[in-house]
């Protein structure tokens, strides 16, 4: 018998990762009125789910299903199908980062698989701007203020998920997985 | 490959990615100063009234205005802006306006309009006002029945247009 990919607990942890996404973004709500600003929580989870789960796709699971957990909850400001490409489209750029970079753990390289993701969700956005027609920025330099954010957050939720693994290693959470497995 | 240099082509690529963005953009915005109207800079947002440009609506003008800002009941997110109240008095004289006058609010790229009485746009606790969105454009947000869901906002507004009724 061929044996699967993913075997079913890692689906159900992916799957876990997913929702958890859904349920950050619904739930905390940061007092920060800065254009993705809530990639600090989205990317610590992702960095997070693709060490739970080390392998290629992982990533890219989890941002599928969370966009279109997401897509049903009427979650994003510019239409499902812009949800769910860009949910998606932070997973697939996790993906192609860490085929890049290897492993999470390393804090530099989890900092700069948080930036590559998150850049991934802002690309798709712009496009979908761009595509569609939508105004030029009002503010001088609004679009350069709104990369900047989101390079930034990022940044700091590849940081927060690279130290969120170091302490579960330290805790032997891995260790205690792998038994599991 | 070593891990210091996987880690500078992942830096090069980052920095290639937003260079092509913000190239394009500028790209964008050249073409849309070619086809609208010459006393318009891209980024503005014009004030029609029978066909007629009576202002333009920019980023400068507004710099001076308070910035007003309430939660909205369907999300609980923070709408934070520049009152269409205060944004018209910057224009016009506001005191000639009747509250029947007519304000149609309309983006082009989403499809959407809504128009606005000005008795509505002039009670303050309506808070009609312009949030700036997270790209930079303005997104009409309200507390009236009829615009005060996510729904209802107009989102990327890139035209007013002025209307007696």
Redesign the interface.
């Known amino acids: 018998m061929k044996k699967k990919y993913f075997s079913t607990f890692q689906l159900i942890v992916l799957t876990l990762f997913s929702a958890l996404i859904v349920a950050a973004k619904i739930a905390l ?1 940061l ?1 920060i ?4 600003h809530s990639g600090l929580f989205w990317m610590a989870i992702m960095i997070v789910a693709t060490r739970v789960v080390p392998k290629k796709g992982a990533a890219s699971f989890v941002g599928i299903v969370s966009g279109i957990m997401a897509t049903f909850m009427g979650l994003g ?2 239409g499902s199908l812009n949800t769910l490409i860009s949910y998606s489209a932070i997973g697939i750029g996790v993906d192609l ?1 860490l085929l ?3 492993n999470p753990e ?1 804090l ?2 989890a900092t ?1 698989v948080g ?2 993701g998150h ?1 991934a969700k802002f ?1 798709v ?2 496009a979908f ?2 595509i ?9 330099l ?6 900047i ?1 989101y ?1 930034v957050f990022g940044a700091l939720g590849g940081l927060l998920g690279g130290l969120t693994l170091l302490a579960l290693k330290k805790a032997g959470f891995f260790a205690y997985l792998a038994e599991k497995k | 490959m070593s891990q210091k240099k996987r880690i500078i082509l992942a830096v090069g690529l980052i920095i290639v990615l937003v260079a092509v963005v913000l190239g394009l953009e500028s790209l964008r915005a050249k073409i849309i100063a070619k086809d609208r109207d010459v006393s318009l800079n891209p980024g503005d947002i014009p004030v029609y009234k029978d066909g007629e440009l009576l202002a333009a609506v920019n980023s400068e003008d507004l710099a001076d205005l308070q910035m007003v800002q309430f939660t909205d009941a369907e999300q609980g997110k923070v709408q934070e802006g520049w009152l269409i109240l205060n944004i018209m008095e910057k224009y016009f004289e506001t005191r000639h306006f009747s509250d029947s006058l007519q304000f149609v609010f309309s983006s082009s790229s989403r499809n959407k309009s809504i128009a606005l009485s000005w008795e509505e746009i002039a009670e303050p606790e309506n808070m009609v006002m312009f949030d700036l969105s997270g790209r930079g454009t303005l997104k009409l947000v309200s507390k009236l029945e009829k615009l005060d869901v996510r729904d209802e906002w107009v989102q990327d507004v890139d035209r007013i247009e002025i209307i007696e009724p």
Do not use: H
């Open positions: 709500r007092p009125q800065l254009p993705g400001d510019f980062a890049l970079l290897g390393n530099v390289v700069l930036i590559i850049f690309l956005k712009w701007g761009a569609s027609g939508a105004p030029l920025g009002f503010v001088a609004g679009l350069a203020r709104s990369i954010s390079l």
